[in-house]
T-cell receptor, first 117, second 112 residues
Framework: GAVVSQHPSWVICKSGTSVKIECRSL??????MFWYRQFPKQSLMLMAT?????????EQGVEKDKFLINHASLTLSTLTVTSAHPEDSSFYIC?????????????FGEGSRLTVL | SQKIEQNSEALNIQEGKTATLTCNYT??????LQWYRQDPGRGPVFLLL?????KEKRKERLKVTFDTTLKQSLFHITASQPADSATYLC???????????FGSGTRLLVRP
């Protein structure tokens, strides 16, 4: 099956610093990747759609200047949480569709747990 | 407003029984409906997809039904096992936007 790798799996940072999370599709090309955020015992909330070679599309209420997304290649998308604050602490998960899979399911990374002190 | 509703209460069943989880939605017209499994601290894993013109889909011990009139999907796990314990998420696939919108999930606990 298609594999999505996410790094780091967890990160602790001080308030005011920036944190970058990488999402890689290991064995397929992903023109589109999706970034989700999940608070404890809550659903996955779509933050943005990352498009290779173009600007990301952000969901309503998501600050694009705070959550910078870069999709520089067909296998890599990055999410940078800028000037992180404790309320940004959450579980961030990326996902991608594999073009050769007709069924259209999403393949998810293992998630990155961010804790901002 | 648009909503995807899954039972927030955990479903607690005895091993060997059939687990049935419900997903209801309002103000959506999805092309597909998908079910995922999520274990604590992990990313979701795809289980099944059902199209709007399909009534039922099966895969091993899993069965999904899709009623676009009722705007409801049922997810069944037959002969449940303790290893089936996890949170199960339904997701609506908006073909026009290629986005996947998730319900809040239902936690399933299978007792040995």
């Amino acid at each position: 099956g298609a594999v999505v790798s996410q790094h780091p799996s967890w990160v602790i940072c001080k308030s005011g610093t920036s944190v970058k999370i990488e999402c890689r599709s290991l064995d397929f090309q992903a023109t589109t990747m999706f970034w989700y955020r999940q608070f404890p015992k809550q659903s996955l909330m779509l933050m943005a759609t990352s498009n290779e070679g173009s600007k990301a599309t952000y969901e309503q209420g998501v600050e694009k200047d705070k959550f910078l997304i870069n999709h520089a290649s067909l296998t890599l998308s990055t999410l940078t949480v800028t000037s992180a604050h404790p309320e940004d602490s959450s579980f961030y998960i990326c996902s991608a569709r594999a073009r050769h899979y007709e069924t259209g399911e999403l393949f998810f990374g293992e998630g990155s747990r961010l804790t901002v002190l | 407003s648009q909503k995807i509703e899954q039972n927030s209460e955990a479903l607690n069943i005895q091993e060997g029984k059939t687990a049935t989880l419900t997903c209801n939605y309002t103000n959506y017209s999805p092309a597909y409906l998908q079910w995922y499994r999520q274990d604590p601290g992990r990313g979701p894993v795809f289980l099944l997809l059902i199209r709007e013109n399909e009534k039922e889909k099966r895969k091993e011990r899993l069965k999904v039904t899709f009623d676009t009139t009722l705007k409801q999907s049922l997810f069944h796990i037959t002969a449940s096992q303790p290893a089936d314990s996890a949170t199960y998420l339904c997701a609506l696939d908006m073909e026009s936007s290629y986005k996947l919108i998730f319900g809040s999930g239902t936690r399933l606990l299978v007792r040995p």
